[in-house]
DNA sequence: TTGAAAGCGCTAACAT
DNA sequence: ATGTTAGCGCTTTCAA
C-alpha cells in the first residue's frame, strides 16, 4: 500500500499546489495570470494542473471576488399578480397529447398560466435578436446570461433577490410593457442594470434605445416616394414610448407632406392584434393604398387580412413594418421594414453594464441608435 | 458618536445573530426552515433579518452546500472550429445601420459568424418552447437556466469547463445536428445532464423524446383519410434520428396503405430549406395533392411556393407540418399539423435532472412523449 | 434546542 | 518572485 490517501472530491488549489511543489497563493496566480511568476515555475505548475485536472472552484472564488461572472438577462412585463397566492393560478392547459411513457407526478405546476408569458416573449422573433447580441458580447468574456422572467410583482422581487444574494452580477433589463417596476425596483436596490428602451418614468439608469421616430419618418417617406396617397397606420401599444415615438415620428413626416390625419387602428404588436387592426382600418378605409405597422409581427398580420379582402401586396396596397425580425423574411412577400440594429443594441446594453461593473462610479449613460430602412417585396 | 461602526457590505449572518441576540448557527437554521428552534426565537430572528435586511450570499452557500441552483442550457450544433484560433471568425457583418449616438469601440468581436448559429436557433419558435416548459418547471423551484451554446469544440469546452467549476448543478443539452460530441463529453466529465432526443450514438445518459414514428403515421393517415392519393414528403436532415424517424414513419404507413413509394425531399428544418425542397418536388411532380414536411418552418416555405405556383392550399394541395409551434397558427392557411408537446417534454427534462442531482445513484432514464394530431386550415 | 468551531476553496494583503 | 496568513459568509458536525 501506498500512503496516498487521494483527495476525495474534485482537485484543489492545495492539491495542485502540493504536485507542483509551491504555494497555493503561486498556483492562484498562475491559474489567474497574474505576472510576476517565474516562467519555469509557472509551467511546472502548468504541468500540475494538467495532471490533477484542476478546476477553480466558481463559488469559492465568488466568495472573495464578489463577482459571479453571471448577467441576469430578464424580460419583464408589468402585470401585477392576479391573485395573492397565485403561483401557477390560471386555467390549467392540459393538453390533448399527454404524456407516452413518461408524465409521472401530475402535480406539477407547469403549463399553467405562467406559460403564456415567455411562451409570447419568444413567439416574436425580434427576442431572439436580443438574446443573440448579448450572448455574442459576453461569451468571448467568459460571461453567460441568466434567463428570468418578471411578469408578477412576485417574479419581480425574486429576481431583485437574486440579485442582491449576488447570483448574478447585473442585469439587462427588456420590458415588453409601459409602467414596469422593476427598473425602479432595481435603482432602489442600487444593483447595476442596463435597460432596453426607454424606461417609461424617468429613471436613473443607464438604458440604450432606438431612434423611433426617425424610423417612422423612414417607413413615411418610402411610402410617399412610392406614390401612396391614402396611407394608414396600426401603431404599437401607446401607453408604450415606442409606440408612442412611432406614431408620432409618422404622423409627423404625414403632415409635413400635407396628410395630417392619418387613419390609425391600435395594435399591441402581435401578429393577431394586427389582423384586427387592418380589418378595422379596411372597414373604414377601403381605399387605402398604404400601411405603416409599428413591428413586423403586426404587419405579417396585416398582410394576411389584405390579402384575404382580395387586395394585392404591394400592388394595390403597400405595407410595411418595423423591426426586420425574422418574420420579415418569412413571409410573402417579404417585408419591406424598419431595421432596429437589435444585436448591436443588446451588445451594446451589455458593454454598458460590464463598464459599470468595472467602475461603479461610472455615470448613467443611453446610447440611441439609428434604425434604417430595409426595401423587400411589400412595399 | 456613538460606538457603532456599521458593517460595511451588505448584512451577514453574523450581524442578523447578533442583531437577534443568538449564533449565527440559530440563524442559519430558521432562515433555512430547519425544525428544531424555538417559536419564539424564530419569530426575533425574522424580525432581525428585516430590520437588517439581510439576504444570504449565494457564493458562500454554494461552497459549502455544493449546489449553486444553475441549471445550463445547452442548444448545441455538432461544427468543429472553423479554424483553429476561430475566436468570431467568419466574415464580419456591419449592418448597414450603425449606431447613432454609441457603438464606440469597433474592436468588439460581436455580429461575426458566431451570431448565425444563435440566430438561427431562436429564428425556429420552436425553441421558445422549449425554454418556456424548463423555465416553468425551475422558476418555483427557485432556479434558473444559463443559456449557452456550443457550437464548436471550444464552445464545447467551455461549458464542460463550465459545469465543472459548479457553475451549474448540471444541464439539460438539446441538440441542433446529428453526431453531436457534447453529451459524451459531459458524461465522461462525470457531469450530470439530460438530453432533447435520443443521441445519435448510444449515451449511457437520461434523454426525453417523441415518438416521432407514430406522429408521422398520425400525418399519413390524416393525408391518406382526406382523400391525397400523390403524397410526397419534405423530410428533415436524414442524418439526425428525428428526421429518420419522421421519414420511417411516414413511409410505413404509406406503404402499408399501397403507395410504397413516396417522392421525397430532403430539407433542414428551415423554411428555406421547405421552399427549395418544394419547388424539387413540385417540379417533379406537378401532379401531387398532399405534402407532409417533418417540421413547420418547412411546412410554410412549402405553402408559399405552391402558392406561388398556382396552387391553393388546401383545396389543390394538402400541406401537414410538424411540431406545432407559433408558426402554425401564423400562417395562412394555418398548418395542421403534428403536435409536439414541447413545453411537457422540456419541463420533463428539468424533472429528472433534479431527480438525479437529488440522488446520483439514479439510474439512467429516457422518457418517450406521444404526439397528436392538430388540424386546422392546411389539409 | 442552541452554540462553538471547523472548514468549504479561493484571493489578496503582507511579509520575505 | 514567492510564501504565509487572514478571511470571504455560510452550513454543519459536535457538544452542551
Do not use: K
Amino acid at each position: 500500500m501506498t500512503e496516498d490517501p487521494r483527495p476525495a472530491g474534485s482537485p484543489t488549489l492545495e492539491d495542485v499546489a502540493r504536485a507542483a511543489g509551491v504555494s497555493r497563493a503561486t498556483v492562484s496566480r498562475v491559474v489567474n495570470g497574474v505576472r510576476n511568476v517565474d516562467p519555469v515555475i509557472q509551467e511546472s505548475v502548468r504541468q500540475a494542473v494538467a495532471t490533477t485536472g484542476y478546476t477553480p472552484n466558481r463559488a469559492a472564488r465568488s466568495l472573495v471576488t464578489r463577482r459571479t461572472d453571471a448577467i441576469a438577462l430578464v424580460v419583464s412585463g408589468a402585470g401585477d399578480d392576479p391573485s395573492p397566492e397565485a403561483e401557477a393560478g390560471g386555467p390549467y392547459r392540459g393538453g390533448p397529447a399527454g404524456a407516452g411513457g413518461g408524465a409521472r407526478h401530475a402535480d406539477e405546476p407547469d403549463g399553467g398560466a405562467g406559460s403564456s408569458f415567455t411562451a409570447q416573449v419568444f413567439a416574436d422573433p425580434f427576442f431572439g435578436r436580443v438574446v443573440t447580441g448579448i450572448v455574442n458580447y459576453l461569451r468571448p468574456r467568459g460571461m453567460y446570461p441568466v434567463l428570468m422572467f418578471a411578469e408578477t410583482s412576485r417574479a419581480r422581487d425574486e429576481v431583485v433577490s437574486y440579485l442582491r444574494q449576488g447570483s448574478a452580477d447585473g442585469a439587462l433589463v427588456v420590458s415588453t410593457h409601459a409602467d414596469d417596476p422593476l427598473p425602479g425596483l432595481i435603482t432602489d436596490a442600487g444593483l447595476p442594470a442596463v435597460l432596453y428602451a426607454r424606461p417609461s418614468r424617468p429613471t436613473r439608469i443607464s438604458y440604450v434605445d432606438l431612434a423611433h421616430q426617425d424610423g417612422a419618418r423612414l417607413a413615411a417617406e418610402h411610402l410617399l416616394a412610392r406614390g401612396c396617397r391614402r396611407i394608414a397606420t396600426i401603431t404599437g401599444p401607446l401607453d408604450v414610448p415606442a409606440g408612442q415615438d412611432r406614431l408620432a415620428g409618422f404622423r409627423d413626416t404625414m403632415a409635413r407632406a400635407g396628410q395630417p390625419y392619418v387613419p390609425l387602428a391600435e395594435g399591441r404588436f402581435t401578429q393577431e392584434s394586427g389582423e384586427a387592426a387592418m380589418a378595422r382600418l379596411l372597414a373604414e378605409h377601403p381605399d387605402l393604398d398604404g400601411v405603416f405597422a409599428a413591428n413586423d409581427l403586426m404587419a405579417v398580420g396585416a398582410c394576411h387580412v389584405l390579402r384575404e379582402h382580395g387586395r394585392r401586396v404591394p400592388e394595390d396596397v403597400a405595407v410595411i413594418g418595423f423591426d426586420d425580425s425574422s418574420a420579415a423574411v418569412a413571409c410573402r412577400p417579404p417585408l419591406t421594414t424598419v431595421r432596429q440594429p437589435v444585436e448591436e443594441m443588446t451588445a451594446e446594453m451589455a458593454r454598458l453594464l460590464l463598464d459599470r461593473l468595472a467602475g461603479p462610479d461610472r455615470a448613467v449613460t443611453s446610447v440611441i441608435f439609428e434604425p434604417s430602412l430595409v426595401v423587400r417585396g411589400s412595399a
